[in-house]
């Protein structure tokens, strides 16, 4: 399976600040099948993103995903006091077994 | 609207097989173009990704847990069913039964305890 990485593991901000997280693969797959989901403790998970840079219907124009080789990136732009949540990127390569990353926790 | 409702044991031994269903609203499973997984989270840790089923009975597995999962579909009762054998106390956890790619739909989840 490809593994994935994200960095940073805990990410400390402030309410209208833009971070960014970044997803490393540990092999070159389409870029077409990366997402990212947001969870809040004692949620189910939420699809932000797929296709590395497609906005999921409902989901705020601040977020936006991107691409450049094997590094993707989710960006924030404008945090909000919604957006405190822990952040996870997944590969879902359709004839491969699936892998999220180890997560990154957007805290204050 | 889809929506999907797990129900399986809240507590299994070591050893013990787990058999975990997840029934679908608002999906027919005789239809084609999706795609059931289960994802399982341990307390405080990442979400780890299990298995998936597709239209076409097509299987997919974690490597890590390959041997020791199965994944099937009931079309006439739109339901799909997870087992893992040989549970351990680490296999504790909230397991989701999810529809995504395309869409993203997700359980409420069910928290399996593993313990003697």
């Known amino acids: 399976d490809i593994q994935m990485t994200q960095s940073p593991s805990t990410l400390s901000a402030s309410v209208g600040d833009t971070v960014t997280i970044t997803c490393r693969a540990s092999?070159?797959?389409?870029?077409?099948?990366l997402a990212w989901f947001q969870q809040k403790p004692g949620h189910a998970p939420k699809l932000l993103i797929f296709?590395?840079?497609k906005l999921e219907t409902g989901v705020p124009s601040r977020f936006s995903g991107s691409v450049s080789g094997t590094e993707f990136t989710l960006t924030i732009n404008g945090l909000q006091p919604d957006d405190f949540a822990t952040y996870y990127c997944q590969d879902y390569n359709l004839y491969s077994p699936w892998t999220f990353g180890p997560g990154t926790k957007v805290d204050i | 609207q889809v929506t999907l409702k797990e129900s399986g044991p809240a507590l299994v031994k070591p050893t013990q097989t787990l058999t975990l269903t997840c029934t679908i609203s608002g999906l027919s499973l005789r239809t084609t173009d999706w795609r059931m997984s289960w994802v399982r989270q341990s307390p405080g840790k990442a979400l780890e990704w299990l298995a998936r089923?597709?239209?076409?009975?097509?299987?997919i597995y974690s490597s890590f847990l390959r041997t020791r999962l199965r994944i099937s579909k009931d079309t006439s009762r739109d339901q799909v069913v997870l087992t893992m054998t040989n549970m351990d106390p680490v296999d504790t956890g909230t397991y989701y039964c999810?529809?995504?790619?395309?869409?993203?739909?997700w359980g409420q989840g069910i928290l399996v305890t593993v313990s003697s």
């Open positions: 999810v529809r995504m790619h395309p869409y993203s739909d």
């Open positions: 296709g590395a840079s």
């Open positions: 089923i597709e239209w076409n009975d097509n299987a």
């Open positions: 092999q070159t797959f389409s870029h077409i099948w």
